[in-house]
């Protein structure tokens, strides 16, 4: 998507007639029917000002084409300048220019990571140069255009208001300056961008590079699994950008700095697709590249499977062992042995450990115990069983009662569905988790279908199969009647609609068994891993009635242990139970409908259910 699309003459003219921020935001409303913050509006009135001045060049030609706020796939970032054109050997290129307001920072320690007035306040935050090389280089790694037509990406940052005072500028930034040169303050910078511009921009393409880009197949973005051996060869495949690598240098600066005399306790918070595991993997590779003992745990066993089954051939298997472990493997751990560990998925937590639950005291304690420094991630709004005990309020108090210093970080960079927020927004309000602004969901950046029939889902689901990608998952309410008799079916519905559960033999490795697709996934299998297009069957235990969603718990299946408990609680605790119960089934939903990186096809037991969520799709929405 680009919010403003034009010439260099044409935007120069736009610029002369009108107030240019006018006409941007203008064009944003029509692009994306949202409002702007004033600040934005600002920026948009001050750095588009001086590229009108960078672009009154003769030498740059007048149809070179020209965008403003173009939207970068598989991420929910925007790139804020973008020139089109050809150079001396007739070579496409497109020019990535990311504006800036600054006239002041402070340097850091930190790779890339420098210090400014954002927000009324000084913070950390990323050097221009780096945040406009990951653009592009996610412009690079997601746009087929990029290869097919053969167009060359060439960053730079533009602070106009910056005057150079040995900061910005600094050695410490130079490989990234290198990647994407930074131009600053004043009449030589000024001349030094519109040359670099130049170089690329000689012949104009009158917007054809442009549409190129705008059109380019989305290619999926690499499984984080099939990227484990390059990152543990010291190869990171997957760039982390804005707020990914600020908390990376953060936490790896934490734990580094940590010791059993200063302990401390890294939280960070994040949604589904804000690369909660790829910055857990890339912090597991770096602290084990400086000698420091880690290792990366989750509750889930699935992630580790699937992890360990690309990593067959790579490295020892007994090294494997050494870096990824379950949480309930630190009852016995002497305090403090480990430098970090990295705990994904930490909502998923047991307050007990064993077979049974019976064993240790609390996972939250035992691993702060076990570490000088331990990360958390966390989205509580993932916990989907009544012994998913995970929670920012239980990591803080166990660490204080350890004295160990708490650092909270927030992921909001949105890379799953497609980059899309508004998707998870609507998620959230739909399934009446949270009310938000997102009633209706747009999916014309994320594909959302809604199915009359099961069979009919499931087959879309194996069309889009490509590269072993694609799922059908379900809500636990039919029993797993295969598991003692393969020769039964599990989810049946109706005359012509019958599969079976995962298959026992695939246990954690379901996601990416061959065949698997023929089966049904659970919340289980599927947790912490992602595809690119999920299909999933709403059972009879969440339905709409009058338009409220309604939970109920009797509809599971017997078997479903993350609800093991509620009847118990029920006769104790009735208005709890309800609660916790209501709210572990909207999660699981929640999170299932979450696991498709470009599109959740939907198949709704009840007619009415069906119904409520096609009554949410806005008018140019695809249901079926």
Not at 520 to 545: F, S
Request: with cysteine.
């Amino acid at each position: 998507m680009i919010v403003y699309a034009a010439t260099k003459q044409q935007f120069l003219k736009d610029n002369d007639n009108d107030d240019i921020e006018e006409v941007i935001l203008r064009h944003y409303k029509e692009a994306t029917g949202k409002r702007v913050g004033a600040s934005e509006i600002k920026s948009w009135q001050g750095s588009l000002t001086y590229m009108a001045k960078v672009l009154r060049d003769e030498g740059l030609p007048n149809d070179a084409g020209l965008a403003i706020e173009l939207h970068i796939p598989q991420s929910s970032k925007r790139i804020d300048f973008l020139l089109t054109g050809r150079d001396a050997n007739q070579g496409k290129n497109a020019v990535l220019i990311e504006l800036k307001q600054w006239s002041k920072s402070t340097a850091t320690s930190k790779d890339a990571i420098v210090k400014t007035a954002l927000g009324g306040g000084l913070v950390e935050t990323i050097h221009p140069s780096y945040q406009v090389w990951s653009y592009a280089a996610l412009l690079e790694g997601f746009n087929e255009a990029v290869y097919d037509k053969s167009i060359e990406v060439r960053p730079c940052a533009y602070l106009h208001n910056y005057v150079s005072d040995g900061v910005i500028n600094s050695a410490h930034y130079q490989v990234y300056i290198s990647k994407a040169p930074l131009f600053l303050k004043g009449p030589d910078e000024l001349e030094k961008l519109r040359t670099f511009l130049k170089t690329h921009i000689l012949h104009g393409d009158n917007k054809e590079i442009l549409y190129e880009l705008s059109n380019g197949k989305i290619r999926p973005s690499k499984a984080l699994a099939d990227a484990l051996k390059g990152l543990l060869k010291g190869q990171p495949e997957f760039i982390l950008i804005d707020d990914q690598k600020a908390t990376f240098e953060s936490a790896l600066a934490a734990a580094s700095a940590a010791s059993e005399a200063a302990p401390k306790v890294i939280i960070i918070e994040g949604g589904p697709g804000t690369g909660k595991t790829v910055l857990a993997i890339n912090l597991l590779v770096k602290l084990t590249s400086q000698g420091l003992l880690s290792k990366y745990v989750s509750k889930n066993a699935a992630p580790r499977k699937v992890y360990e089954s690309k990593l067959v051939g790579t490295v020892k298997r007994s090294h494997f062992s050494n870096l990824f472990s379950g949480s309930g493997a630190f009852i016995d751990t002497e305090p403090n042995t480990f430098d970090a560990l990295i705990v994904d998925e930490a909502h998923r937590l047991n307050e007990k450990s064993g077979l049974y639950g019976n064993l240790g005291e609390n996972q939250i304690k035992e691993l702060i115990e076990s570490a000088k420094c331990s990360i958390f991630f966390i989205d509580e709004d993932q916990r989907v069983t009544l012994n998913d005990i995970g929670s920012k309020q239980a990591v803080r108090a166990f660490a204080k009662a350890k004295g160990a210093e708490v650092e909270e970080y927030t992921l909001s960079s949105q890379f799953r569905c497609s980059g899309s927020d508004g998707y998870l927004a609507w998620l959230d309000d739909v399934l009446e988790i949270r009310a938000t602004a997102n009633p209706l969901l747009d999916n014309s950046e994320y594909e959302f279908k809604i199915f009359d029939s099961p069979q009919a889902m499931h087959m879309a689901i194996e069309q889009k199969n490509q590269g072993n990608k694609a799922r059908v998952v379900a809500g636990y309410c039919w029993p797993w009647r295969s598991k003692k008799d393969a020769r039964e079916s599990d989810i049946v519905i109706g005359d012509d609609y019958e599969r079976q559960w995962n298959l026992d033999q695939d246990g954690s490795l379901w996601i990416i068994a061959e065949n698997s697709v023929d089966q049904v996934g659970c919340i289980h299998t599927c947790q912490g891993l992602e595809v690119d297009y999920i299909g999933v069957i709403i059972g009879p235990d969440l339905i709409v009635r009058n338009g409220r969603v309604l939970t109920s718990a009797l509809e599971r299946d017997k078997n479903d242990k993350s609800i093991r408990g509620w009847k118990k609680m029920m006769k104790e605790q009735p208005d709890l139970a309800k609660q916790e119960t209501d709210l572990i089934i909207k999660n699981t939903y929640r999170t299932l409908m979450t696991r498709g990186m470009k599109g959740c096809y939907l198949y709704c037991t009840d007619p009415e259910t069906a119904q409520y969520f096609a009554s949410r799709l806005d008018d140019h929405a695809n249901a079926k």
